[in-house]
């Protein structure tokens, strides 16, 4: 009985096969579908081979991926902590061939943690605040108590000695994040603390090894090894440029000589470390100071050194102004806003 609601459908398109279609009619005047009426929104498209309801899983794991790596230089840094902790236990003690080997072991996870920032592109400035910090305890503290519990426990003033080359450390490492933290570097001005932490920490595994033993006698007095802390205190307080560790590369001959040179270096210090770090690391101090007399140490001084400018810096920017007492007076509200009673902080 009843008719078709709307215009009367086409008939089906003829299939490619020749044959006719199966597909019914559709009737016309259909309702609008939900998401074509007014006010509403077209549903988002999925990406291609994407289901509602499944989430893509490399986009969860690419946060999670990306936290781990940020914390893998951090990760360095805290266990370079954890050694420097545990030299002043050792050395506290009593156990000093231990207490020095913890602070080599100190001064190879500084050395890659700053490697592994570079290299992942996660450095901070979190992280350069946080190795300061442990450099301090680890090169500074550290050392320097071991020098005091191995020389100068016995002389009730003799840790001033001690107390002047942990200042040492604290101020060449203030002064590192001022002058180059954050910069790329060829030389480092001054001394680098984690070399002069492992030379006082090496000095007690390279004199009572047997070899040495036999010509020095053990170890030194109390009286050189203050004078080694003082010269290692100034050295870090300097400007003496010293280079940095090349890294290993064999794309060109010197890069492949000097790579050559580090891994001899490397397997010679895991092999006979007692009787390779202390002396390699007195060469390198001397080398640098023989360098920098050489090439000329004043005419390479920076024009401004933080420790001492910082004062002046500070005032250089300052200025007297003269005050216009006319802008100072009193500013008068729109009409609208002075009837308006309501108070600022309910609106």
Partial sequence: MGGRVGPPASAPAPSRRGGQGHHRPVPG???TPHWKRAGRLRPPL?????RRGIVNRKANRR???QRGIIILPSAFTLGNLFFGIYAMVAASRGDFQWAAWCIVFAAVLDMLDGRIARFTATGSRFGAELDSLVDAISFGVAPGLL????????DPWSWVLSFLYVTAVV???ARFNVE???EAKSTFL??????AGMIVATVYPFFTAPAVAQFTGGLPTPQTMGIILIALALLMMSHVPYPLVPRISFRTKRGGLWSLILLGCAVTALTIPEYFLFPFLSLYTL????????LGLLERLPEKDPLLDEAHEDDAGAEVRSLDYTHLAPTKYPESRERDDTPETDR
């Fill in 147 to 154: 020098a005091y519990h191995l020389f100068f426990a016995d």
């Fill in 46 to 50: 999925l990406p291609l081979g994407a």
């Fill in 180 to 182: 180059q933290g954050g």
């Fill in 287 to 294: 080398w640098g100071v023989s360098r920098a007399v050489g």
């Fill in 190 to 195: 001054g001394l680098p603390s984690p070399t």
């Fill in 29 to 31: 005047n259909l309702p």
């Fill in 171 to 173: 101020v060449r490492l």
């Fill in 63 to 65: 946060p999670g991926l």
